[in-house]
């Protein structure tokens, strides 16, 4: 079957499957995703006094993306489980919103991008959660990984 040669996850007859790294090297990996969650200036003034009716959105939202990247293998189904190394959420608080940045590293056989993407995302989604009781028109845009590298 020619998707079969194309994707990764189709198998010989096109069912899905786990792709088989066994055969590859451990290396250490590391991803950084980022997201932006667009706000109103006066979320972000809220967001910066800590006067959020929610209380401290930025913590309870960097636990959020750190403990979604943990989970990532249970949430996306082909994805393998890996051990992370480390895992970070940072937020840069800018005129238009929230800039989301999730780093996660690894030493495994396959790379450690969904779990940046997982975490970046979760944190948004979190931010987005405790912000919307004051902000009705707020967006999550542009997900995207911005470094992947192994050694």
Known sequence: MKNA???SHLDESGSARMVNVGA???QRRRAVAQATVVCAP???RALRRNALPKGDVLTVAQIAGIQAAKR???LIPLCHPLALCHVAV???IKRDGIEVEC???TTAQTGVEMEALTGASVAALTLYDMCKAVDRAMQIKGLRV????KR
């Not at 911005?146 to 590298?149: F, L, R």
Request: net charge positive; aromatic share 10%.
């Open 24 to 26: 590859k090297p451990v």
């Open 146 to 149: 911005v470094e992947k590298t």
């Open 42 to 44: 006066a979320t972000l």
């Open 72 to 74: 990532t293998a249970e």
């Open 5 to 7: 040669r194309t994707f």
């Open 90 to 92: 940072s937020f840069r």
């Open 103 to 105: 780093r996660a590293e």
